[in-house]
């Protein structure tokens, strides 16, 4: 089992950026994929991005492609969501995931491991 603490949420400005961290903590990070989503209010939870074992793959959504870079540091146990030229519509609570399988999924019900999330709030 794993446990995902994340962190770095805040209100900012449309054209802000920020970065989301996500501390893993319990059983081997390099075992699981990680994985980013959010949810925005009366909305279901969407996938966000994600990374792979290694880091050497990554995968995101249409809509924060060439703006959301995600990373990992596995020697640290950390995966990070940098945003950049954030808009309003990225207004949401984010959490990280993590995946024991190999597939590259962007299924809420393929992630084993959820985090508590935390709130970003774009202004316009």
């Known amino acids: 089992q794993v446990q995902l603490v994340e962190a770095g949420g805040g209100l900012v400005q449309a054209g802000d950026s920020l970065r989301l961290s996500c501390a893993a903590s319990?059983?081997?990070?390099?075992?699981?994929?990680m994985g980013w989503f959010r949810q925005a209010a009366g909305k279901e939870r969407e996938f966000v991005a994600r990374i792979n074992r290694s880091g050497s793959m990554t995968l995101y959504a249409d809509s924060v492609k060439g703006r959301f870079t995600i990373s990992r540091d596995n020697a640290k146990n950390t995966a990070n969501l940098q945003m950049n030229s954030l808009k309003p519509e990225d207004t949401a609570v984010y959490y990280c995931?993590?995946?024991?399988?190999?597939?590259?999924?962007?299924?809420?019900?393929?992630?084993?491991?959820w985090g508590q999330g935390t709130q970003v709030t774009v202004s316009s």
């Open positions: 319990g059983r081997t990070f390099t075992i699981y994929a």
């Open positions: 995931a993590a995946d024991q399988g190999i597939a590259p999924t962007t299924q809420i019900r393929d992630y084993d491991y």
